[in-house]
């Protein structure tokens, strides 16, 4: 049975919409505030996340951009379900990385078969990244290199694939802080720095000069894959290298 997020702060419609989805046959979970939703989706692995822009704690898009940055939840479809009708607003949403934009007042019959349309297009992730030799396989938590396996520590592990499965784009510290070690830590920049020189030491052939893992000079990190042409894109402002 396919479990969504429902994250609404209208109490009313919150449990009209929970009714609903319910009775289509989906397990519902969720929030009327913003607070704490990255780490119930983490927790409770939704299949697909219905979300409002405007919460009274926080921001329906900055639940978004969490969404998309976690590496586990990342190919998770999102469905914004707001007041917010604008066409600035709605190429926003979509520019963020939601799969759908549904203006209220809305039917609940259209959201469901919205909803339908999303899990009938959703393919699984790739379960092993490869990059010329570098080879890490999500279900089982291990690496190789060139058909060796190499040891990695869980959090060295959940950063190589965070970058692995975003080839080319260019990371911020903050940013892969906010993704691997979560908004809840007690940690710094230069924490990132310690874990890429740790990685760079067992997945690169010379560590001096890295293959996979690329130093963006002010700005942070990315890694290559090692495609012909393979261009870099900067996960906020662009930059050229």
């Known amino acids: 049975m396919k479990k969504i997020m429902l994250v609404e702060d209208d109490a009313d419609l919150f449990a009209l919409v929970k009714y609903n989805l319910e009775k289509a046959g989906y397990t519902v979970v969720g929030s009327q505030t913003g607070k704490g939703v990255i ?5 409770e692995r ?5 979300l409002d822009i405007m919460l009274p704690d926080s921001d329906g898009l900055d639940l978004c951009r969490g969404i998309r940055a976690h590496p586990d939840l990342t190919h998770m479809p999102v469905i ?24 209220k007042p809305f039917f609940v019959r259209e959201l469901i078969a919205r909803v339908r349309i999303q899990f009938r297009s959703q393919t699984p992730p790739q379960k092993r990244l490869k990059a010329a030799g570098l080879e890490l396989e999500r279900s ?31 990371f911020s510290r903050e940013q892969l802080l906010d993704s691997v070690w979560g908004h809840d830590r007690a940690v710094t920049d ?20 890295p293959a996979f893992i690329r130093s963006v000079r002010g700005f942070g990190y990315s890694f290559n894959d ?16």
């Open 140 to 170: 089982s938590c291990r690496v190789w290199l060139h058909g060796e396996e190499i040891q990695l520590t869980a959090t060295e592990f959940k950063l190589l694939e965070f970058l692995m499965s975003r080839p080319g784009v260019v």
């Open 190 to 209: 230069r924490t990132v720095d310690v874990y890429i020189l740790r990685l760079r030491q067992k997945v690169e052939t010379d560590p001096a000069n």
């Open 39 to 43: 780490d119930m989706c983490k927790r």
């Open 80 to 103: 914004f379900l707001t007041a917010r009708a604008s066409e600035a607003d709605r190429i926003v949403g979509l520019e963020l990385g939601a799969n759908d934009y549904i203006v």
């Open 226 to 241: 090692a495609r012909p042409g393979a261009e870099i894109a900067a996960a906020g402002p662009q930059l050229s290298l």
């Open 46 to 50: 939704p299949d697909l996340a219905i």
